[in-house]
């Protein structure tokens, strides 16, 4: 007579785990399920699906970025961005020029601003561990969309020469501010979902 399946065998993933730590190519294995699949320092990180605000508050960064984009720069959601042991997934990434349109992970000398919009599931990642990983990488600018009851908050963030981000200013939803970095753009929350 067969034995019933151990009730824990109804937990196993459908994709193997690696023997070591996780690399970009293994993301290609993992499902296409609505999360946020991405490594820190060799590690799986996993945010749950986001909700209707987060995606139309990061479009709308987007679409702010892309009409401001000088030619040959361009501003797009949720392109891989390669960190020595790590492959992050920003919201929203401004890319320089040249960079080909067929590229899956970007290299940071290409990247010119990342672009977090924070989520109850990604909140301490966003404030803390993806800012230090992107300034160690030499990524000029940060920006981290904080999203409170009066709207979104922007704080802009520059590279400072120690390796990390300096405040440079945060942007509340009532106020306005002409960002020089990556290059000029209005940063206006209040013109972003609500």
Same mark, same amino acid.
């Given at each position: 007579?067969?034995?019933?399946?151990?009730?824990?065998?109804? =937990?196993?993933?459908?994709?193997?785990?690696?023997?070591?730590?996780?690399?970009?190519?293994?993301?290609? @294995? &993992?499902?296409?399920?609505?999360?946020? +699949?991405?490594?820190?320092?060799?590690?799986?990180?996993?945010?749950?699906?986001? @909700?209707?605000?987060?995606?139309?508050?990061?479009?709308?960064?987007?679409?702010?970025?892309?009409?401001?984009?000088?030619?040959?720069?361009?501003?797009?959601?949720?392109?891989?961005?390669? &960190?020595?042991?790590?492959?992050?997934?920003?919201?929203?990434?401004?890319?320089?020029?040249?960079?080909?349109? @067929?590229?899956?992970?970007?290299?940071?000398?290409?990247?010119? =601003?990342?672009? !977090?919009? !924070?989520?109850?599931?990604?909140?301490?990642? @966003?404030?803390?561990?993806?800012?230090?990983? +992107?300034?160690?990488?030499?990524?000029?600018? +940060?920006?981290?969309?904080?999203?409170?009851?009066?709207?979104?908050?922007?704080? &802009?963030?520059?590279?400072?020469?120690?390796?990390?981000?300096?405040?440079?200013?945060?942007?509340?939803?009532?106020?306005?501010?002409?960002?020089? =970095?990556?290059?000029?753009?209005?940063?206006?929350?209040?013109?972003?979902?609500?």
């Amino acid at each position: 007579m067969a034995q019933p399946a151990h009730p824990l065998s109804q =937990l196993m993933y459908p994709w193997p785990a690696p023997q070591g730590d996780f690399t970009a190519d293994d993301l290609l @294995d &993992l499902p296409n399920d609505g999360h946020k +699949y991405e490594i820190i320092d060799g590690g799986l990180h996993v945010t749950p699906p986001a @909700d209707i605000e987060h995606h139309s508050v990061a479009d709308d960064i987007m679409i702010a970025l892309r009409t401001a984009a000088p030619a040959g720069w361009r501003a797009i959601r949720e392109i891989g961005v390669q &960190l020595g042991d790590s492959t992050l997934v920003p919201d929203v990434t401004v890319l320089r020029p040249g960079v080909a349109r @067929d590229t899956m992970w970007a290299d940071p000398a290409d990247v010119a =601003l990342v672009v !977090e919009v !924070e989520s109850k599931g990604s909140r301490r990642h @966003d404030r803390f561990t993806k800012p230090s990983l +992107y300034a160690e990488a030499g990524i000029e600018s +940060y920006w981290r969309i904080e999203r409170t009851s009066a709207g979104p908050v922007a704080h &802009l963030y520059s590279r400072a020469a120690a390796g990390h981000y300096q405040l440079h200013r945060s942007v509340n939803p009532g106020d306005s501010h002409l960002a020089e =970095l990556p290059y000029a753009v209005q940063v206006a929350p209040a013109t972003w979902a609500a």
